[in-house]
């Protein structure tokens, strides 16, 4: 019987950041992952007080969305845009909403405690070894 990796994956924490790092609608924080096991840069964005973080990767082409290193938000900070191709997505969902789309971004499970924001694995995302 062949298990789903998925099903066989336990999650990990992985401290990314203090919680002061990331300011609302302000510049990302950026980190490196293995996403289907290529390595990846990811980002992470605090927009109306939550936390949100995804793989920086333009779901229009595979391309980095930023430009300017770490600055993802529309000049009004409603939007997380492309810099290339000017897709724009919500920054809760990752959803494309104007642009380009073809889909969504890629998420990145976020949780914040005690004054660290930490990002957590999934079977097909690990850190860098």
Not at 92 to 116: A, F, H, Q
Request: aromatic letters at 10%; one cysteine or more; glycine letters at 8%.
């Amino acid at each position: 019987m062949v298990q789903d990796a998925r099903l066989m994956h336990t999650p990990e924490r992985v401290s990314l950041c203090k919680s002061e790092e990331l300011l609302e609608c302000a510049l990302a924080v950026d980190f490196d992952v293995v996403y289907g096991g290529q390595t990846c840069r990811a980002f992470a964005i605090r927009f109306q007080n939550e936390v949100h973080a995804y793989v920086n990767r333009c779901a229009h082409i595979a391309m980095e969305m930023d430009a300017r290193e770490n600055h993802f938000f529309d000049p009004k900070g409603q939007w997380l845009m492309c810099s290339s191709h000017g897709a724009l997505y919500e920054p809760p969902t990752g959803r494309c909403v104007g642009g380009p789309c073809r889909g969504g971004l890629i998420k990145i499970l976020l949780s914040e405690s005690d004054g660290v924001v930490f990002w957590h694995t999934a079977y097909n995302l690990r850190p860098l070894a």
